[in-house]
């Protein structure tokens, strides 16, 4: 059975760092895009970082570009997300996502084939 298992969120104060894990089970995910959503309460799920299947190609939303990095150890079926410089604006369930097969990177909520449980982050002001 597949699956996917946030973790390392929890509170932290704005100008804070969290890191997140995403661990694989089940099958490998080496050969597929990864990539990382949120959503914050009353709003649609959105796209935060993306990563191909060797990790040597990313792609961040706006909103964060500078202040995350999403990286991969496909030996460990392993995905993190590094988050610096945290904002009240931040705060969401953060999610992992495989890209569905042929997609090199992951942007999109509908080409995501398994979604993790989520983990919530939140940053105090």
């Known amino acids: 059975q597949v699956q996917l298992v946030e973790s390392g969120g929890g509170l932290v104060q704005a100008g804070g760092s969290l890191r997140l894990s995403c661990a694989a089970s089940?099958?490998?995910?080496?050969?597929?895009?990864m990539g990382w959503f949120r959503q914050a309460p009353g709003k649609e799920r959105e796209f935060v970082a993306t990563i191909n299947w060797s990790g040597d190609s990313t792609d961040y939303a706006d909103s964060v570009k500078g202040r995350f990095t999403i990286s991969r150890d496909n030996s460990k079926n392993l995905v993190y997300l590094q988050m610096n410089s945290l904002k009240p604006e931040d705060t969401a369930v953060y999610y992992c996502?495989?890209?569905?097969?042929?997609?090199?990177?992951?942007?999109?909520?509908?080409?995501?084939?398994?979604w993790g449980q989520g983990t919530q982050v939140t940053v105090s002001s």
């Open positions: 089940g099958r490998t995910f080496s050969g597929y895009a």
């Open positions: 996502g495989v890209g569905q097969s042929g997609f090199v990177q992951v942007r999109i909520t509908r080409h995501v084939g398994f």
